[in-house]
């Protein structure tokens, strides 16, 4: 059994660990640590949970000896401060993303869990989003052949997006960022197109990078001015097409505790491909797609604490998606300076 202690309560705790963790036989949470200030006018909805116990104490946490990791999920600005902390007190640390305000604090903590010889890793849970499982699938059957690009896409209609200090960076596009450098790790070359169409220089509501990947280029957009559905992915080779719409969330309870029934979305939402078969002939199919299981990291985690595997997200991608998000960010302030000059 894997006990572990979550820092923080907000939605990814209770849409995104919660519902999944407590369909693991071999993991339970044990104990989730909030601040004092954080449950003022908020405390109905521990009651949702009664078998997990809710502290003010962290030292509750961190003296706990049964508790082997620690799950930080907090803004930011405080994952450095928790990270280390557990760290220190021998707890292994999944940190909710971005990992850390910058790559430089964030192998301050890879280094500190290698001297105490732990495992510190980045929540990307989107690598199990059954809409990307279904895009590994297609492009690990060689059916496309030789990928020639790949479009990403995370989009909303959101015109009157308020400026957040370049939030849809580090909100959104950390996700589909992190799934790329899953599948191809660094590109050859990186050119970004970040901006915003709202707040000029305050924000990034309109995000376009392109990863070149020797002939294979890859597109990450998201977008605050899209008002008809994209597809999530399409995908081009020099034998077919893979075109699939977003998999989506899943529905949030009003009242009481997110519950979420993992199975595979309907065949009415299933991505289409089209390909040249090794008899040159045009083959178009529906591909069954994925369940979204976000379960599955801890299930991969908990072997590589186990020492039984490696972590599934390792450390050279979290610097190097860190690395691209601020380079993104630097692009959008130097748009808004460039149009201010022109």
């Known amino acids: 059994m894997l006990n572990i202690a979550i820092v923080g309560f907000g939605n990814a705790v209770v849409n995104y660990h919660l519902p999944y963790l407590e369909k693991k036989e071999n993991i339970k949470v044990k104990t989730i640590f909030r601040r004092e200030e954080d449950r003022v006018g908020d405390t109905e909805r521990e009651a949702y949970y009664p078998e997990i116990l809710f502290s003010t104490d962290f030292d509750d946490v961190l003296h706990d000896e049964a508790v082997e990791l620690i799950v930080v999920a907090t803004h930011v600005d405080s994952h450095l401060h928790y990270a280390k902390l557990a760290l220190e007190h021998g707890k292994h640390v999944l940190v909710e993303k971005p990992f850390a305000a910058t790559s430089k604090e964030a ?44 479009q990403s896409h995370y989009d909303y209609f959101y015109p009157h997006y308020p400026a957040k200090d370049f939030g849809l960076l580090h909100g959104l596009a950390v996700h589909t960022i992190d799934q790329l450098v899953s599948l191809y790790g660094p590109a050859d070359s990186v050119h970004y197109d970040v901006r915003s169409l709202v707040s000029p220089g305050k924000s990034d509501d309109y995000i376009d990078i392109d990863f070149r990947y020797g002939r294979m280029k890859a597109t990450i957009k998201c977008s605050m001015m899209v008002k008809i559905e994209h597809p999530k992915f399409v995908v081009h080779g020099d034998r077919g097409s893979f075109v699939k719409m977003s998999s989506g969330h899943q529905s949030k309870n009003g009242e009481g505790r997110t519950t979420v029934d993992i199975k595979p979305e309907p065949d009415s939402n299933w991505g289409t491909l089209s390909y040249i078969d090794d008899a040159g002939n045009t083959q178009t199919e529906k591909v069954p797609s994925e369940a979204t299981d976000y379960g599955l990291l801890y299930e991969e985690l ?36 460039g149009a201010n000059q022109s």
């Open 107 to 150: 192998q301050e903590i890879f280094d500190l869990a290698k001297q105490k010889n732990l495992i510190a890793m980045a929540n990307q849970n989107r690598r199990y989003d059954g809409d990307f499982l279904t895009l590994k699938k297609v492009i690990e059957s060689g059916k496309l052949g030789h990928i020639v690009e790949i």
């Open 302 to 337: 908990l072997r590589a604490i186990r020492g039984e595997g490696d972590k599934p997200v390792q450390d050279e991608e979290v610097l190097y998606v860190l690395d691209v998000l601020s380079n993104g960010i630097e692009a959008a302030k130097q748009a808004h300076e």
